[in-house]
């Protein structure tokens, strides 16, 4: 029997995603809705509890707005907004980090898909603080370079207008992904988040610095290298990259490298004293649609990479 799918805020760039590699599925009914009722609550109520699983591609109170129209106790909810991310009764749509979060998504109801900015900060921080290499007080500092996607139709349209401003983002340290950030890794206090966004569509960079002299254990790049390849061992959408691999891009990250991919590089480099973590990958991939995709095939029983680019 095929799995019915309603992708509600079809419209945007993650539900436009979502919808581009869900639909030559053969697994799949993709429920529409009618473009001039797209915003028509008892047309999307119809919908939402018609699905097995909807997709919630809207800003928050949008989201939450849907949520609230579910009364089908069956329909099970994959929500991209910031709305639920931080939720009680939400399991959090990054697999990779534990057992348990994998299972929290198997066996859920209701999935927070993370942040792009959280998916690259995270991926970073989770496992050194589950680990016991990072303080949970730990000052930490974070810079995200992002495509102009990631903010959705309207600085898309911002970014590729001839006369546009100039975006400035994350000044005020009141972004958004910051609650998520500390909230899921564990940390007691907000880090220092810096994001940019840069003159490409799709793509970014998340990096995290340590001082080794701050853990809670003796590091260098090397056994950094090895813990985070030991830790995501055997995990298809994350990739631990050798150590040096950077040469191969002329010793540079670059915020576009994987454009249009859905799995995540991470780089480690430095030396014995400061050594720079670094996660490289789509803001519309692993950052939103992509991961959104990989919870949707964990929730039905699929393979996690069916229907996704690695």
Request: proline fraction near 5%; include cysteine.
């Amino acid at each position: 029997m095929k799995t019915k799918v309603f992708i509600d805020g079809s419209e945007g760039t993650t539900g436009l995603r979502i919808h581009e590699r869900l639909d030559n599925r053969d697994d799949i009914e993709l429920l529409t809705i009618a473009p001039e009722l797209r915003k028509d609550p008892a047309e999307r109520s119809r919908l939402i509890n018609s699905s097995d699983i909807t997709f919630l591609c809207l800003p928050d109170s949008a989201a939450r707005e849907a949520v609230a129209l579910v009364t089908n106790p069956n329909v099970r909810i994959i929500d991209a907004s910031t709305a639920h991310r931080t939720e009680a009764g939400w399991a959090y749509g990054f697999p990779e980090l534990s057992a348990k979060h994998r299972e929290a998504i198997r066996t859920g109801k209701r999935i927070a898909n993370p942040g792009c900015h959280a998916s690259g900060f995270i991926s970073l921080v989770y496992p050194l603080i589950a680990g016991g290499i990072l303080p949970a007080d730990y000052p930490v500092a974070s810079f995200s370079l992002t495509g102009y996607s990631g903010g959705g139709k309207k600085m898309i349209a911002q970014y590729e207008a001839s006369d546009r401003d100039a975006e400035l983002d994350g000044l005020s340290q009141q972004h958004k992904h910051l609650k998520e950030m500390r909230l899921i890794t564990g940390l007691s206090r907000a880090p220092l988040f810096t994001p940019i966004v840069s003159d490409y569509y799709s793509g970014m960079v998340v990096n995290v610095p340590l001082y080794t002299d701050l853990l809670n254990t003796t590091q260098t790049p090397e056994s950094l290298q090895a813990f985070f390849a030991d830790y995501y061992a055997n995990e298809p959408f994350v990739k631990v990259m050798p150590l040096g691999s950077e040469s191969e891009m002329s010793g540079f990250l670059s915020g576009n490298h994987l454009s249009g991919y859905d799995g995540m590089q991470i780089y480690i480099t430095g030396n014995e004293n400061r050594i720079q973590l670094s996660s490289v990958f789509d803001n519309l991939g692993k950052g939103a649609s992509g991961a959104a995709i990989q919870c949707f095939n964990i929730m039905t029983g699929c393979d996690e990479t069916k229907g996704l680019n690695l």
